[in-house]
C-alpha cells in the first residue's frame, strides 16, 4: 500500500477543513496546507465528486464537509481521491490497455483484496474528528483497531533459539 501525495493532500484538507467548523475559503485552504490555490482547487475538485465536501459559489463561496467531521471517515476521504487503497492487481487500465494474462486465474488476487478489506474495514472506522486529537491518541485507537503482532520466526534463522542439548 502506498499512500500518494495528493492522498495525503486531501486528507489534510479534509482536516482542515473539520478544525474550520467544516467551512473555509479556498485560499485560506491553500495558505493553511502551504500549497498552491491551484492545486488545493483540483484536490477540491475530486473530493467535492467524490461527495467529501461540496462547494458555495458566489460572495461568500467556500468549502464546507458534506458531512459533520464524526461522520467523514479517512476511507471516504481515500476513495474519492482513488478508486483502492491499495492497489494490487493490474487491469487493463494500468497494464498500458494490454489485459493481465491471468485474469482468469489469479493467486494472489485473493491476496490483494484480503488486504484491501482489512486496511479499508480499519479506515473506515477512523473519522476526521479522531484525526484531530493528538499523535499518541490516534496511534491507541489505531492499535486497538489493528493490533501490532510480533513476526513469527522462521525455523533455522539467526534470530530463533535453538533448544541445547
Known amino acids: 500500500m502506498k499512500v500518494t501525495k495528493e492522498e495525503e493532500q486531501g486528507l489534510r484538507l479534509a482536516l482542515s477543513l473539520a478544525r474550520t467548523d467544516g467551512k473555509s475559503t479556498l485560499s485560506d485552504l491553500a495558505a493553511r496546507e502551504q500549497l498552491s490555490v491551484a492545486l488545493t482547487a483540483k484536490i477540491l475538485g475530486k473530493l ?5 465536501v461540496h462547494a458555495l459559489r458566489g460572495r461568500n463561496g467556500r468549502y464546507e464537509l458534506s458531512a459533520p467531521p464524526d461522520e467523514v471517515s479517512v476511507a471516504d476521504v481515500l476513495h474519492a481521491l482513488a478508486p483502492a487503497v491499495v492497489r494490487g492487481c493490474f487491469n487493463a487500465e494500468q497494464n498500458g490497455g494490454e489485459p493481465c494474462p491471468h ?3 489469479c493467486s494472489l488476487r485473493p491476496v490483494w483484496q484480503h488486504i484491501e ?3 479499508s474495514g480499519v479506515l ?3 473519522t ?3 484525526l484531530l486529537r493528538e499523535e499518541q491518541q490516534v496511534n491507541e485507537q489505531v492499535e486497538r483497531l489493528w493490533p501490532r503482532r510480533s513476526s513469527p520466526r522462521r525455523p533455522g534463522s539467526s534470530c530463533d533459539p535453538t533448544p541445547s542439548g
Not at 467535492?48 to 467529501?52: A, I, K, M, T
Open 48 to 52: 467535492r465528486r467524490g461527495g467529501v
Open 128 to 130: 476526521l474528528v479522531d
Open 117 to 119: 478489506q482489512q486496511v
Open 124 to 126: 473506515e472506522q477512523i
Open 103 to 105: 485474469v482468469d486465474d
